[in-house]
């Protein structure tokens, strides 16, 4: 009779279950970048909210143009005399790059390790069983950071995208005589292609989806585990990420509409 | 009932997976979905044929060592129930049904469909402990827990261990299994001397070997002890309060 | 090992003189009455046992010791720790202790051993130590803390578990139970296990299991569960210290035995099949208990024998195998390929009506089926009780009618408890408030709602009281091998009391193996372990891969199951709720008929060098085929019953008749060599504090 057990040596080399690891994890550590990108993303998440009341104000009854020019014209001088000139906006805007970097950062590193940690090789991909929109952050904020290259282009910088009859020229003059930058044209002109308009719309749903599953993931990140708190949240993020579609997506199909015009 | 399976073979750790299609001709509803495997495998047998490998202990919800993905979703298609309490009823005549092992990096394939679960043991030894030595505890009268406490603690300790948190996840965390024990022994009185200290070291380990968790709720949906999704949070409010303490303290 | 069975069948010689039959079941007599006629008949009968043949399987062999302190029984436990050698705390690393098995007390004393210092090396067949079986315990556990003014004191609760394990088990071991139960809630508790709390914020107790005291503590529905999770988590704790090590995976196949000392096992690594040795100054066996025996019960699916069986090959005495629990309400089998049977509480009979009809192979839908037509047997053999008989009764009066061709269900393998007088008489809603859990499980199941059709249910076994002998110190007959839990015989006598196995599990590990064993290691000091080289090592091995390739090789046509379901149809037909000679003597000669057929027809397919679950379940197999002639021959034996031992020539008025005067003993089985007749040594036992009483549930 032939053995099917070869090796008789090391008779007694019984393998002992593997121990914790004694040397500290990758940095940085996960919870703290998830720390981070909830912490950039409540900056920027405000940030929009922030954004969106100014762009209300093309629905002002009298002059909306006046209105919206001249708050944009104020953004630019906020802190004024405290600070001199655009002192402020470039700070605001250097936070807000800031904040957009970490979160890019963090949320790439996470995703980078979460691609290494689902194994499966040579499996059949799955079928998605729920919750889409939380598994396809990665996705719906590349569409966002490739909207925000957009905008810029479109509606600050005026170059590429922008519409021919785009003018950064302080060609637009408030009550007081100072002559301004006519955002307001600027924006109108823009949204009455209807093809950026429907860009714009779309992409403001993406954005609603990504806010929506943001909020909810900051209270988790911040360890928030009272029941009520996170009904709050989860109430939160739908409400936000509604505010902000439809207070934004309105505006470029109102353009098309025609109600607002210049 | 005629079900057609698909079934991931694999002989042995590191080697090279393939599915293998089989057919059961007298399924019957009332089946669970590892009577099923067991029915293959009884069919495999008597026609000389290597049985489909896959774990199972108490076929009644409580051990966590069955597990196996069911059309990619742990352990079948019904939310919060073991593959040992999902019953063929749920399939339609003629479906195929695929059974796959435990999807995660952290869980290496042994055979067929058993994978290696001991990360999450490692979890549990690196701080899911008590150090209080037989014989040394005080009088369990004296230390007074609320009803409600009680019963919280209760709802996180229900984990099984299985580890479809983890195949659940698109990301491969094990935040649900590491919260719920932090959770429970943050709530008893003996688990709350080494709180931060036990924070840290699980967190540490977690993220040796496990993904990291994008909130995303796949889950607290598999999870057959209905942990809840708090859970999650859990892992965070522990490694953040660590974070306020320092060296050893609680 | 030789290939041949028939030369290493023990049971080939002594075939001829068994008799064997096809295993039809003897026409049952149709008279509703007939149990209870057959009753108090039959104990005046001319009892006809096989005397003859219990000549031929057994010899009577030695009384042996049990080492119980001579005091009060009272005092037993505080005498005996008075007495033990202790080990210089610098010393106890230099001791190796193996601990088999990881539930409540394996987890428990490996933990508490490392946490003194020994070196400890655990086994499981588990990936870890948290699957072992003690997690499924529902119900609670017991300690006699008698914090309420009920009136429960350790001396009661040694009184409860004396009677109610029918005087077939030490006084003294129930005086440490309940002595130490008191300290392993605080331990438990303080470890991690979650017991339920009064809104006073105080422990929450219930009273559970027929005891008129409220001393049972619990979590929820998942008491095991907790206990089992903690006594786990602080062998990881000490796994991660390094004072134990954990190997996974690795399933004991023998132990070696050297100089008459346990002194090491054999481990089969589960995921590469190779065979490996350890050798230690003292091995525990914490590996559970043998009701898988019965193919399908209410255990899990890798809960086996081997370990111990294995150990009894080797010298170790096998205690009183025929007590074997039999829950009355479990889920019965639906269908053929059922895996194994589930527990439902037995509380559901305190408002349900069990009943089967009274015409036999009625395939009429219950519902179908006229009040008149029903027989409510339970209710008309025990008026005054009616469904509330206790559990052995119950179990026994259900199988009676299942034999009887009563069976209700696809294969007539139970009887209905039906719930509709309860809700008539309570409403659905409060029957929904006190059941709903247990009706939605039983749906959940079955896809049958309880509400509407009365639930099918039939006794499953449950728990094996029965075990490797042990002495009061939880060593068996070979010096070196001690035993924890279910796996060994103590506390629990002929009958276990509801929650009194979680105590024990955690009383062995916790409190009792770490007094005892330093006492063994105390005298070993210097010595080092057995040297891995030596011959006993070589030839254990060399053993164990015997019996692998014989298994591997044996080009038969079914796989194990097949035999083990086999097995299970023979036990659950004979040597189940009740017993009698006749039956007893079938089961042996099928038995045997069975193990040839085993080894001449077994199949084994695939390889021996990685995960091979086929490989595993046929030699599980094989030691049952071998310990269920043991349990029937002890059955055979022991001409009287006790507890869950039921046997139909001692009975009055369907109760157990005991035989105080021949059988106050406890039945310690010794291994003949492969072709001997069966020893049966015996510990004779004595009652001080509980003096000797006939049970009368009545």
Not at chain 2, 96 to 110: H, M, N, Y
Not at chain 2, 153 to 163: N, Q
Not at chain 3, 320 to 333: D, E, R, Y
């Amino acid at each position: 009779m032939s053995s099917q057990f070869e090796e008789r040596s090391g008779i007694d080399q019984i393998p002992v279950a593997k121990r914790p690891a004694t040397t500290p994890p990758p940095r940085p550590q996960t919870w703290l970048l998830k720390l981070i990108m909830a912490l950039t993303g409540s900056v920027l998440v405000a940030f929009l909210l922030f954004h969106l009341a100014g762009n209300l104000k093309v629905y002002l009854p009298d002059d909306p143009r006046l209105h919206f020019n001249e708050y944009a014209h104020w953004l630019r001088g906020l802190l004024n005399p405290l600070v001199p000139g655009e002192t402020f906006l470039w700070v605001f805007r250097g936070t807000l790059v800031l904040c957009l970097v970490l979160h890019l950062y963090s949320g790439l590193t996470i995703k980078i390790r979460a691609w290494r940690a689902r194994g499966g090789r040579g499996r059949a991909v799955n079928v998605t069983k729920h919750h889409l929109v939380g598994r396809t952050m990665i996705w719906s904020g590349g569409i966002i950071l490739a909207f925000i290259i957009f905008h810029l282009l479109d509606l600050t910088l005026g170059r590429g995208v922008a519409s021919s009859k785009f003018s950064s020229a302080a060609s637009y003059d408030l009550p007081d005589g100072t002559a301004v930058t006519d955002a307001y044209s600027n924006l109108v002109h823009s949204f009455e292609r209807p093809s950026v308009a429907a860009f714009y719309v779309l992409v403001m749903m993406v954005v609603a989806f990504h806010i929506n599953h943001g909020i909810w993931s900051i209270i988790n990140d911040f360890g928030g585990t009272a029941k009520r708190t996170r009904n709050v949240f989860l109430f939160l993020a739908a409400v936000a990420a509604l505010i902000i579609v439809i207070g934004n997506a309105s505006i470029p199909l109102a353009v098309q509409l025609g109600v607002i015009t210049l | 009932m005629r079900l057609i399976l698909e079934i991931w073979r694999q002989d042995r750790p590191g080697a090279d997976g393939r599915y293998e299609t089989h057919e059961v001709v007298d399924a019957t509803p009332e089946m669970s979905l590892l009577e099923l495997l067991d029915r293959l495998n009884h069919q495999l047998v008597e026609n000389n044929t290597d049985p489909v490998a896959f774990e199972s202990d108490c076929r009644e919800g409580i051990c966590g060592t069955c597990g196996v993905d069911v059309n990619g979703v742990p352990h079948g298609p019904r939310d919060n129930v073991p593959a040992c309490g999902q019953h063929v009823r749920d399939f339609k005549d003629g479906q195929t049904v695929r059974f796959e092992p435990f999807r995660s990096k952290a869980f290496p394939v042994l055979r067929d469909l058993i994978v290696d679960r001991t990360g999450l043991d490692r979890i549990i030894q690196a701080g899911g402990t008590i150090a209080v030595d037989a014989g040394t505890a005080p009088d369990a009268e004296t230390v007074q827990v609320t009803h409600d406490d009680a019963e919280r603690a209760l709802d996180f300790a229900a984990c099984i261990g299985c580890g479809a948190c983890v195949s659940a996840c698109p990301n491969g965390a094990a935040y649900l299994f590491t919260g719920s024990k932090l959770a429970h022994l943050a709530l008893i009185p003996h688990g709350k001397q080494e709180r931060a200290k036990r924070a840290r070291a699980m967190v540490d380990q977690m993220e040796h070997e496990f993904g990291p968790c994008s909130q995303i709720g796949e889950c607290a949906l598999a999870c057959p002890a209905e942990i809840p999704l708090s859970a999650i949070a859990v892992v965070n409010r522990e490694r953040i309060r660590a974070g306020f303490k320092k060296g050893k303290a609680n | 090992m030789t290939t041949d069975p028939a030369a290493t069948d023990p049971t080939v010689q002594a075939d001829q003189t068994v008799p064997v039959d096809d295993a039809a079941p003897p026409a049952p007599s149709t008279d509703p009455a007939y149990a209870v006629t057959r009753g108090t008949a039959s104990d005046n009968s001319p009892a006809d046992p096989p005397t003859g043949l219990l000549e031929e399987l057994r010899v009577v062999g030695q009384p042996i010791d049990g080492h119980v302190p001579t005091v009060h029984p009272r005092d037993a436990w505080t005498d005996r720790k008075l007495h033990y050698n202790l080990v210089n705390p610098s010393n106890r690393a230099k001791f190796k202790i193996i601990v088999v098995g990881t539930g409540l007390s394996g987890a428990g004393a490996a933990a508490a051993l490392g946490e003194l210092g020994y070196d400890v090396e655990v086994f499981s067949f588990h990936d870890v130590p948290r699957r072992a079986h003690s997690i499924a315990a529902q119900g609670g556990i017991n300690a006699p803390r008698a914090r309420k003014v009920d009136n429960d004191s350790i001396d009661r609760f040694v009184k409860d578990t004396v009677k109610g394990g029918d005087y077939r088990g030490r006084e003294q071991d129930a005086y440490r139970l309940g002595e130490e139960g008191i300290r392993v809630i605080d331990h438990m508790q303080a470890i991690g296990a979650s017991f339920a709390r009064e809104y006073g914020g105080q422990l929450a107790t219930r009273s559970f299991g027929g005891v008129q005291v409220s001393r049972t503590y619990y979590t929820r529905g998942q008491t095991g569960q907790q206990l089992e999770l903690a006594a786990a988590q602080a062998l990881a704790r000490q796994v991660a210290a390094g004072t134990c090590k954990l190997h996974s995976r690795q399933e004991m196949l023998d132990l070696i035995v050297k100089d008459g000392r346990a002194q090491g096992i054999v481990v089969r690594d589960l995921i590469t099949g190779k065979v490996r040795a350890r050798t230690a100054h003292a091995v525990i066996l914490c590996t559970g208990g043998y009701g898988n025996i019965y193919y399908k019960a209410t255990l899990a699916k890798n809960s086996n024998a081997t370990a111990i069986w294995r150990a009894y090959k080797r010298g170790a005495f096998f205690a009183n195998p025929c007590f074997v629990q039999i829950h009355p309400t479990a889920l019965p089998l639906m269908s053929q390929w059922q895996s194994k049977k589930t527990l439902m509480s037995e509380s559901l009979r305190n408002d349900g009506r069990i009943w089967a009809p009274r015409q036999r192979d009625d395939d009429r839908d219950p519902a179908d089926i006229p009040e008149d037509e029903r027989y409510y047997f339970l209710e008309e053999r025990y008026p005054a009780f009616g469904n509330l008989v206790p559990r052995d009764v119950a179990s026994r009066n259900i199988r009676e009618r299942i034999d009887a061709g009563y069976g209700v269900g696809p294969l007539k393998n139970a009887v209905y408890l039906d719930f509709k007088t309860g809700i008539e008489r309570l409403g659905v809603k409060l029957i929904r408030e006190r059941y709903s859990n247990l009706f939605h499980m039983y749906e959940e199941l079955t896809g049958e709602d309880p509400y509407t059709r009365p639930m099918r249910i039939a006794p499953s076994v449950h728990f094996t009281m029965g075990g490797l002998w042990t002495d009061y110190d939880m060593m068996t007959s070979i010096p070196g091998l001690f035993v924890g839990g279910e796996a060994g015989w103590a506390y629990h006598g002929a009958n276990r009391l509801g929650a009194n196995s979680l105590l024990s599990g955690c009383v062995d590990g916790w409190f009792t193996l770490p007094y005892t064993v330093p006492n063994y290691l105390a005298g070993l000091l210097g010595k080092a372990p057995l040297d891995p080289a030596d011959s006993a090592v070589a030839q254990t091995i060399a053993d164990v891969e015997a019996g692998l390739d014989r298994l591997l090789q044996n080009n038969g046509s079914h796989g194990p199951d097949h035999f083990h379901e086999k097995l299970g149809a023979i036990m659950d037909r004979y040597a189940s709720v009740s017993r009698d000679p006749e039956g007893l003597a079938k089961a042996i000669g099928l038995i045997r008929q069975l193990r040839q057929e085993f080894w001449r027809d077994v199949k084994v397919v695939g390889t021996g060098d990685r995960l091979n679950q086929e490989l595993e379940t046929a030699g599980r197999v094989a030691d049952y085929l071998e310990l269920a002639e043991l349990l029937c021959v002890d059955a055979l034996d022991r001409d009287e019953s006790a507890g869950a031992h039921f046997r139909t020539d001692h009975e009055i008025d369907g109760e157990a008749k005991r035989n105080d005067e021949d059988w106050c003993f406890c039945s310690a089985w010794q291994y003949p060599g492969p072709a001997g007749k069966h020893i049966r040594n015996f510990e004779t036992l004595t009652f001080r504090a509980v003096p000797l009483q006939q049970r009368n549930y009545k």
